[in-house]
């Protein structure tokens, strides 16, 4: 058996803008009314015994009853514009033929359409009321009455004009503020996302990046920034858990000297190098660079730190260094051995001219790679800058040079080497860096170039640039290898078969031609031969005289 019965629930839903506008107007209208009704029954109270202005009274309940009840949001605007031509005749029947000045309450119907309906609705129903003033002076004989009712209708007509112009601008006052900040919405939905994809760019980089203000507050750091030094990504402005030192293993960085704090004093440079022991236990090299940022809109001027981890780097310098001093000193001793047998040898007296020239080719190559092997080290360490010891020089005479020094290795190899250079080709450089450059282009075009092959090689001054060519019929190089040919150790599958090498010549030869003001090119066909052509600038001195054992040019 149920002990109870469920009751009914009535939902009473909000009423809409719409329907809460008409309840208002209406409700102050009946307010009025009624609070004139209740006077006129304290202070005149033979004015109830008027059927006008009873029925005016209760004509005025009645459409207030009936705001309230009917569904305004269901609706249409002609039904709501019903109301106040109601209350407009309803008012007219209060005020007709009594003393009282009852005609003020026209001012709110008036002012309800005017700003709500448009001009044709406030016209029709200043009409209405011109009727009822003009039926109520045709009532009452004199021209006092008509005169009121003229200045009534034309008060109310500047009422309904003023309210109806104020509700257009105040309707295209909201429409261009509603734009405005539809635009505003937008710029700053838009500017969220760029700085969300630029914060998120930011940490998606290795550089380790902090934004200082000018008082030295920091203003956003990136995530790499802060796993290098440990901070806490909630709050950048706690202390760092990693340690900054001024060497591996060496002392820490005094703290005036961090680069943090040299920033934060608005100082600005360019890498300084501190090692650092993050709060794992690793050590990392690091390379940091202040920049100024300039001041922008009402931005102040900031300092930006760049934090670099060159940890790989600074142990691939260090192996190299380690491996090139390595390999300075193993090949010192065999070099010295050759120069001493090759000396010894030329001591002996039964040795043939032919005998001794190659003896001393043997000892001047070899004394040329004990040069080199000992400013490997030094060269490795401070990166090559190409122009150690220049002079004015003739770079026909350093070619004439290498070419003869390989003209054994050519002919035994079968291959004919052919030299045109007519003239002097001076410049300013290295000679011992051209020679270096010169013997690898020579010494590639023999090596690649078959049996029967030749090697052409032109040398001339053109255009106010000293320009060297050596073209060969060797196996070429195929399209697709051609823009990496430069690369160190970089060699192709057709060099590889056809001889050993490292593959770092060439892009040795480029970096003394580069750091000469030259450039080096090269042009080649898969079997049909290799051209490479070098260009210096040409010696602004005088040009140096042929020598007189080259003078007659033609080949070598």
């Known amino acids: 058996m149920a002990t109870g019965a469920a009751r009914a629930t009535f939902v009473v839903g909000i009423p809409d803008a719409r329907t809460r506008s008409i309840w208002l107007t209406q409700l102050v209208l009946a307010a009025t009314v009624l609070s004139t009704a209740l006077l ?3 202070l005149e109270p033979a004015l109830f015994g008027r059927w006008s202005f009873l029925l005016g009274v209760i004509l005025v309940v009645v459409l207030t009853l009936a705001t309230l009840a009917l569904p305004w949001a269901r609706l249409s605007a002609a ?11 309803a008012i007219g029947l209060m005020s007709s033929g009594t003393e009282l000045r009852l005609g003020f309450l026209w001012g709110i119907p008036v002012m309800w359409v005017a700003m709500h309906f448009r001009a044709t609705a406030l016209a029709a129903l200043l009409a209405v009321i011109g009727v009822i003033l003009l039926v109520d002076s045709a009532l009452s004989a004199g021209a006092v009455a008509a005169l009121r009712g003229f200045v009534v209708l034309l008060t109310l007509t500047f009422i309904g004009i003023t309210a109806h112009i104020a509700l257009r601008r105040t309707r295209s006052l909201r429409r261009l503020l509603r734009r405005q900040a539809g635009r505003l919405t937008a710029t700053f939905t838009r500017r969220a996302d760029q700085e969300r994809r630029t914060t998120e760019i930011l940490n998606g980089i290795d550089t380790g990046i902090a934004r200082l203000s000018a008082d030295g507050a920091v203003l956003a750091v ?9 901070l806490d990504p909630l709050d950048p402005t706690l202390p760092a858990r990693s340690i900054e030192y001024t060497g591996l293993r060496g002392m ?32 990392r090299a690091l390379s940091v660079t202040a920049k100024r940022l300039a001041a922008r809109g009402d931005e102040e001027s900031s300092i930006l730190l760049l934090v670099h981890d060159v940890t790989a780097l600074t142990y691939a310098q260090r192996e190299r260094e380690r491996f090139t001093a390595m390999a300075s000193h193993e090949l010192k001793h065999p070099l010295t051995v050759m120069i001493g047998n090759a000396e010894l040898a030329l001591d002996l007296d039964d040795l043939t001219p032919r005998t001794r020239e190659r003896f001393e ?15 490997l080290v030094s060269t490795s360490r401070r990166g090559f800058s190409g122009r150690d010891e220049v002079d004015d020089i003739d770079l026909r005479q350093i070619l004439m040079e290498s070419v003869a020094s390989f003209r054994p290795t050519a002919a035994a190899a079968g291959v004919q080497i052919d030299v045109q250079a007519d003239q002097a080709l001076p410049i300013t450089a290295d000679g011992f860096r051209l020679r270096q450059v010169v013997d690898n282009v020579v010494s590639n075009a023999i090596k690649y170039t078959p049996r029967d092959g030749r090697v052409q090689i032109v040398g001339a001054v053109d255009d106010g640039a000293v320009v060297l060519s050596v073209a060969d019929t060797g196996i070429g190089i195929a399209a697709e290898d051609l823009p990496n040919i430069l690369t160190p150790y970089f060699r192709t599958a057709e060099a590889k078969k056809k001889s050993g090498g490292s593959g770092l010549g060439l892009g040795i030869s480029n970096d003394i031609v580069t750091a000469h003001g030259g450039t080096l090119s090269i042009d080649s066909d898969v079997g049909v031969g290799t051209r490479v ?14 020598h007189p054992d080259h003078a007659a040019g033609g080949s070598a």
């Open 222 to 230: 990136n995530d790499a920034y802060s796993r290098l030094y440990g």
């Open 79 to 89: 039904a709501v514009l019903a109301i106040p031509f109601a209350d407009a005749l």
């Open 533 to 546: 052509d070098v260009r210096f600038p040409l010696a602004r001195t005088e040009h140096p005289h042929p």
């Open 361 to 375: 080719t043997i000892i001047g190559a070899s004394e040329r790679m004990l040069k080199m092997t000992e400013s």
């Open 40 to 42: 006129v029954m304290v």
């Open 252 to 283: 820490p960085v005094p703290l005036p000297e961090r680069p943090f704090t040299r920033a934060a004093r608005g100082e600005t440079f360019t890498d300084a190098s501190v090692w650092l022991f993050t709060a794992e236990g690793e050590w």
